[in-house]
């Protein structure tokens, strides 16, 4: 069985979710920016997606906690964001931030230097990418 850990290096993001609404959810996120948790969030369960046999109990309890602080950003003010889960054919379930109305966002999963994965999330004006490295 696999025990690879999933670490997220690098979180970069463009277009209208760098400039999302977000309330007073800056004053309630302990690194003030709700967008770039939710992110990380997200790369995290892409990442051990990628890295890891043993999934499922992990996966689910990130999911869990990823709608619950989900749900709190959105009570403060967070709008126009969403965070959904999304099913990928090559690695599943995976959560994925995106604009309200955006639809389906495309994952793409590129090599990266030093054994890193790229994964980039794509939906209508806005992507970001992950920087991810299996340890």
């Known amino acids: 069985m696999e025990t690879s850990l999933a670490r997220v290096r690098a979180v970069t993001v463009q277009g209208a979710l760098s400039a999302a609404n977000t309330g007073r959810a800056t004053d309630i996120d302990p ?8 992110l990380r969030i997200s790369c995290k369960s892409i990442g051990l997606r990628l890295c890891r046999e043993d999934k499922a109990r992990m996966i689910h309890t990130i999911r869990l906690l990823a709608m619950d602080i989900y749900a709190l950003y959105s009570g403060a003010g967070l709008r ?6 999304q099913r990928d054919n090559r690695l599943g379930n995976v959560l994925v931030v995106k604009e ?9 999963i590129m090599n990266g ?6 994964a980039r999330v794509e939906c209508k004006d806005s992507s970001y990418e992950c920087v ?3 340890q």
């Open 31 to 38: 690194y003030d920016s709700p967008i770039e948790t939710l």
């Open 80 to 85: 126009n964001v969403v965070l959904e889960e």
């Open 100 to 108: 309200l109305g955006c639809g389906t966002a495309r994952l793409s």
């Open 113 to 118: 230097e030093k054994g890193e994965v790229i």
């Open 132 to 134: 991810i490295e299996c």
